[in-house]
């Protein structure tokens, strides 16, 4: 049996707590998990993990085996790679996650180019708005917009999105233009909150360099891009969005820009993986390859 995959097995065991979640994560059953972990157990001499009802857990030789195997694995992703000139000979696994608008807006139709260069690699892609745990879910790099809290991960920072007040000439027809942030008082937000139940922020824009929040009235609260931009289609409120996202409906005229003046902070765009001392050479390209495809699209707006 080969030992990497052992400690592969045993490293999402680890991570995930589960026999069950390890091997759903590897395409593996779980009798063949619990027997890589019990050779690896035979084959180093000690028990490496504690098995209960409820939980698995690393004992202390079990810690000590997991420290060292991700710098192991993450070395042997590197050699494999040392002496071959050729990127095309790449291979591998890439477990990736986006927010959906970018998915479908920016990176899905560009992803043929790089497979193209790299036919070797596999991707797994994840399209989600909500915030994934790269550790436990078993993400090699993760594609996100916003502050970044988690100091668990490193963020690389990719580029900033310039933002834009929209809302529909439906919207206009009925509530008027707000022409100052006085204005807005009169007027109606679609309140876009990261989880349903939470408080919305409201109306958001610097003033010399500090953030201003206004509370707004509005009916409609999303969790999700796709419903943000269609509510103001719909002429359900205002929205503040990245331009670039939101320029094809402008130009047609499906919405207007207003209060051009009073805008929120550019949204910054980074790459987030796990902290660790290597990262595989075919994650490193596909990130590289994610950055220069971000700058592209933001040069285009």
């Known amino acids: 049996m080969n030992k990497l995959d052992l400690l592969r097995t045993f490293i999402r065991v680890t991570e995930l707590s589960s026999f069950t979640q390890a091997g759903e994560s ?21 028990r490496l993990l504690q098995r209960t009802t409820r939980k698995v857990q ?13 710098d192991l694995l993450a070395q042997m992703d590197e050699l494999q790679g040392l002496f071959r000139q050729d990127a095309a000979l790449l291979a591998g696994r890439i477990r990736f996650d986006m927010p959906s608008v970018m998915a479908r807006r920016v990176i899905m139709s560009r992803l043929p180019e790089f497979m193209a260069r790299h036919p070797l690699i596999e991707l797994e892609i994840s399209g989600t708005d909500r915030r994934v745990d790269l550790l436990s879910e078993g993400f090699d790099c993760v594609l996100r917009v916003g502050a970044q809290p988690d100091q668990s991960v490193v963020a690389r920072h990719l580029c900033a999105l310039r933002m834009v007040n929209c809302v529909s000439p439906a919207y206009l027809q009925r509530y008027g233009r707000p022409e100052s942030v006085a204005d807005l008082a009169n007027h109606r937000l679609v309140h876009y909150v990261g989880v349903l139940g939470a408080r919305s922020s409201g109306f958001e824009y610097l003033h010399n360099g500090k953030l201003q929040q206004v509370p707004m009235a509005g009916s409609v609260t999303v969790n999700n891009i796709d419903c943000y931009e269609a509510a103001c289609l719909g002429g359900f409120g205002l929205i503040q969005a990245p331009y670039s996202g939101m320029r094809k409906h402008l130009d047609s005229g499906a919405l207007v820009e207003v209060l051009p003046d009073c805008l929120p902070a550019p949204l910054e765009v980074s790459l987030l993986y796990a902290q660790q001392r290597h990262l595989p050479r075919r994650v490193r390209v596909f990130m590289a390859w994610l950055g220069q495809v971000m700058q592209e699209d933001l040069a285009d707006a």
């Not at 009798?31 to 084959?43: D, N, P, T, W, Y």
């Not at 690393?58 to 991700?70: H, I, M, N, P």
């Open 58 to 70: 690393a004992t202390q030789d079990g810690l000590v085996l997991y420290e060292r195997s991700k």
């Open 26 to 46: 590897l395409g593996l059953p779980r009798s063949s998990v619990s027997e890589h972990v019990q050779a690896l157990e035979e084959l180093v001499g000690t």
